[in-house]
């Protein structure tokens, strides 16, 4: 009979874990020689405290969208997918083929198809130990983690000898032609005439983020096949019981896990850099994890977990410029996020269950 | 053994007394004031359906749940159990219905763990293995201490667990539902246990049931009904009948009454069928059967001997060599289905509901469709589930089947055992299947559900569907089905018409006595 409520479960929780790791933080801010105050201040404003900002936040944001949702798919039918980094350098090796290949007119029709090929490429990328895991049983946690540094090297070689730019000392491509450059938020706020930074990268795949979240919540609890996703993901047994097989939910959770990741091409690749640079994932793929797990593998979880991380990123790289915190505490929050939402779960959750069902008992 | 029932003196103390004793989970009123005493040598059973308080209270008294209000006495002297430590340090012994064993360990390193003297282990292993030795010629509890666990049968296992119990010192030895994965023999070395014990002077409470353990082995007995003691009374002045309506709070049919069958055509044909298991083992060895229209055929046997197995198979969860086939179709046993078996309007009730019939963290509506999502009426052409026709169902089902709580919303894990299994049969009998294949259908259930369990499938055979009915309860094998065949040791070793059959006779055919 024991339950709590959505709110206290997705809301309140994390909350109290990110005021404890931001509690420890500020301890190891203080022992830095720092003002915590001062540091928290500089951080929230750096992260939203203006139109530059927030450019910057929900850019990082977008790719931790995709990341983290990647990162739920694939949890939900219990495969733990740690590959999104390769997945995603993939995405964006497969989003660079299609800019650079075609002469696009306008961006509405390149987006469509780098959608397809980001995605194309990061499935590919997670098809390979997905069929191992299928077939053979390998654990999905070795062979993605495997295949996270075979992306790197096999990007590293592509960009040195077969798609650098000609005449170019970098191992980066050609920029794309400006009929496969994004909207940002500069230019699509100003269709509606609000001001907006000229500056930060965020772009119109933040919308498109916004409407995969959707997406993949319709997919997990309104569709046959997220039915089956989920059945397969807390009782294996079960799942065969029932006549679903289980060769078939491996697979196609992890295609569509890799293709999420994927997605994240289209924010990093063709949205910021407008070229393929050496890792373009910048860890993000890794940090979607950590927006899974605290985002309770739940897309709009994932959402809230994704902004979160974005300012804490955002915060960082201002709380580095301006003060002599290293950028490195960041990192530090983060792993204090992911410890406490993740493996500390319980010591919150249990005191916290106690103390409502006394209240509900001393209500009722 | 049951010699001196009632001229053993009851000793002044009594071992233990629980005075006006509640909890509650939630809105969920587990134990309403209850008062209970338990006299020093006596075997004291509990019984009560699923879900009346028994196991709550056990867990109160074991210190894994705190009461909410009231007190506990052991030895007229009022102690407190927050925890397990507390309970074992005041006596009392716990032997649970899964057993807490590290498998790959040994008898005797299992009676030590957590009781060891020190850092090194070698002084406690050779005191536990000379307390054991004193144990084993005190209470007949033979084992070889040296013995891993997972080499034992499960009768020896539970043997071990009273051996760590007893080498704790513990004077209250409480025993929950004991006998659920014992043969007919092991359980009656159970009892003889029991019975030495007490006879030494411990106190045994046994939860359970079944009525006939009830009547056989216990000198008292008190009843459950949702959450409260209903009565204490003396085993020889009562009857199961009695017992029965104690705990239901009405009358109970103990035996279902039913015509005789009409078999029609034959339904589902098996030849040859040979199943073999994950760690190679020939489990079910070439057997034929069929089953007709209208007729319930039982699978007798002692668990364990090849009928789990023969049932997977034939529900599509397994892999088996030979020829099933249904009304002619003969189903593809080199890479099965459950689909498949669906698909040839079979339904299967698995023996193990948790494992297998239901996904446990899902809301009893999603459980409802389960194994049937591909159904027009759930989902469309385009992969979109029809939740809200499968909430409909689920209320409606559940209702008809009696599940309590009545809430769709409520995850099956927070079911009592008794409502998961009519869970799963309104799943499957509600989808009006041409052959039902069911197994321990009454495993776990309570016995006011036992009778509607029984009474459904009874009426699904007078509507002349062909049924399949695996149980190692020989009551209910010579109570339901109208053929019986005897499976032992991966062979059927017998075929019999129920009415001209007994239980002594089937009983001589589980045991391996070929005919």
Partial sequence: MKKLPTWIDILLIPLINLAIALFLSALVVLYIGEDPMDALSIMIKGAIGSSYGWGYTLYYATNFIFTGLAVSVAFHAKMFNIGG?????????????????????????????AIIGGAVFGAAWAAIPAYLQAKRGSHIVITTIMFNFMASALL?????????APGSMAPETGRFIEGARLPTGHDMLGWFGIKFSKSPPVNISFLISLLFCFFIWFLIWRTKLGYEIRAFGHSESAAKYAGISPIKIIMVSMLISGALAGLMGINSVMGESERLVIDSV??????????????????????????????????????????????????????????????????????????????????? | MTKDKQERPET??????????????????????????????????????????????????????????????????????????????????????????????????NVILGAEDGALLKDSLSKARRQLQELSTEYELDVDPDAIIENLSVGLQQRVEILKALYRRANILILDEPTGVLTPAEADHLFRILKNLRDQGKTVILITHKLREIMDATDTVSVMRSGEMTATIKTNQTSPEKLAELMVGRKVLLNVSKSVAKAGDIAL???????????????????TFNVREGEILGIAGVAGNGQSELLEALGGFRKSQGLVSVYGHSLDLESPSGQEIRDQSIAHVPEDRQRLGLIMDF???????????????????????????MRKDASNKMEKFDVRPSNIKLKVRNFS?????????????????????????????????????????????????????????????????????????????GDRITRETNARELGLLMGGETD
């Fill in chain 2, 269 to 287: 044909e098996v030849k040859d069928l040979k199943v073999t298991d994950e760690k190679g083992v020939l489990r079910v060895k070439g057997i």
């Fill in chain 1, 282 to 364: 910048q860890g993000a793929g890794f940090i979607g994890i950590a927006v899974a797990l605290m985002g309770r593998s739940h897309p709009f979880g994932v959402l809230l977990a994704a902004i979160l991380f974005g300012i804490l990123y955002q915060g960082g790289a201002e709380l580095a410029l301006w003060t002599n915190i290293p950028r490195e505490l960041i990192v530090v929050i983060q792993a204090l996020v992911i410890l406490l939402t993740g493996a500390l779960d319980n010591m919150i959750r249990m005191p916290i269950e106690r103390l409502y069902f006394k209240m509900v008992r001393a209500g009722t």
């Fill in chain 1, 85 to 113: 980094e390769g997945q995603a350098a993939l995405g964006g090796l497969g989003v660079a083929l299609v800019c650079l290949m075609f002469p696009w007119p306008h961006w509405i029709l390149a987006l469509p198809v």
């Fill in chain 2, 417 to 493: 055992g008794g409502n998961q299994q009519k869970l799963v049969l309104a799943r499957e009998i509600e989808r009006n299947p041409d052959i039902l294949l069911i197994g321990q259908p009454t495993r776990g259930v309570d016995i006011g559900a036992i009778e509607f369990i029984h009474n459904e499938i009874i009426k699904m055979r007078d509507e002349g569907k062909a049924i399949i009915l695996v149980s190692v309860e020989l009551d209910e094998i010579l109570s339901l089905t109208d053929r019986v065949s005897v499976m032992f040791d991966g062979n059927l070793v």
């Fill in chain 2, 12 to 109: 002044a103390a009594p071992a233990i007394q629980l005075k006006n004793i509640s909890k509650s989970f939630g809105p969920v009123q587990a134990n309403k004031n209850i008062s209970l005493t338990v006299n020093s040598g006596t075997i004291h059973g509990i019984v009560g359906e699923n879900g009346a308080g028994k196991s709550t209270l056990m867990s109160i008294l074991y210190g894994f749940y705190k009461a909410d209000s009231g007190d506990i006495y052991i030895r007229n002297a009022k102690t407190s159990i927050p925890d397990s430590q507390a309970a074992i340090s005041a006596g009392i012994g716990m032997v649970f219905q899964h057993f807490k064993l590290v498998e790959n360990f040994t008898v005797l390193e």
């Fill in chain 1, 156 to 164: 590293v070689y592509l960009l040195v000898n077969v798609l650098k």
């Fill in chain 2, 363 to 389: 809301t009893a509506w999603e459980n409802i469709g389960f194994g049937y999502q591909h159904e027009p009426e759930y989902s469309n052409s385009w992969g979109l589930m029809n939740n809200r026709k």
